[in-house]
T-cell receptor, first 110, second 116 residues
């Protein structure tokens, strides 16, 4: 069964700073998910990636399958990026069932 | 598309009462997931369905919880009898699984359940 660790748990930064959130997992996977949970509680899927890098606006996600590690980067951070970012991986390889990290609470100060 | 629809958005009930949460997945999606989120345990999968069939219910806490998916456009999660420790936000999500690497999940807004 996959174990997921995220770091840091909490991150506070100034507007404009480059942000990195890390996720490590223990068992080989087919794809990794990054989710964003807004202060109001809604959850949005940001990325699902199985190799390399994906970019969407100011968000970049990378994954290293060999090292079982993924990073989520935010460039030119903005207060509206303040949210909890959650990493999730299949509980078992090739499975739809996801195991979630505990999340990283990001606060961007104007 | 309206996205995943959940109702009610908020539910306050007394211990011992039956609670029914409802979910309408995105049209055309073939998998549906029920999650529970608490401060202590984070997000946990309770049960998921594929083509209306329950595939994995190992996350269902106990017999007080039951879930059904009578058709592709509707699912319910029932708690009977409810207890204060069931207080949480319950999310429904759906996805279209067309191969093993393509199962991005779309989440509903959640139902905040408070059991007093």
């Amino acid at each position: 069964k996959n174990e997921v660790e995220q770091s840091p748990q909490n991150l506070t930064a100034q507007e404009g700073e480059f942000i990195t959130i890390n996720c490590s997992y223990s068992v080989g996977i087919s794809a990794l998910h990054w989710l964003q949970q807004h202060p109001g509680g809604g959850i949005v899927s940001l990325f699902m990636l199985s190799s390399g890098k994906k970019k969407h606006g100011r968000l970049i996600a990378t994954i290293n399958i060999q090292e079982k590690h993924s990073s989520l980067h935010i460039t030119a951070s903005h207060p509206r990026d303040s949210a909890v970012y959650i990493c999730a991986v299949p509980t078992n390889f090739g499975n739809e069932k996801l195991t979630f990290g505990t999340g990283t609470r990001l606060t961007i100060i104007p | 598309d309206a996205g995943v629809i959940q109702s009610p958005r908020h539910e306050v009930t007394e211990m011992g009462q039956e609670v029914t949460l409802r979910c309408k997945p995105i049209s055309g999606h073939n998998s549906l997931f029920w999650y529970r989120q608490t401060m202590m345990r984070g997000l946990e999968l309770l049960i998921y369905f594929n083509n209306n069939v329950p595939i994995d219910d190992s996350g269902m806490p106990e017999d007080r919880f039951s879930a059904k998916m009578p058709n592709a456009s509707f699912s319910t999660l029932k708690i009977q009898p409810s207890e204060p420790r069931d207080s949480a936000v319950y999310f429904c999500a759906s996805s279209l699984v067309w191969d093993r690497d393509s199962y991005e999940q779309y989440f509903g807004p959640g139902t905040r359940l408070t059991v007093t």
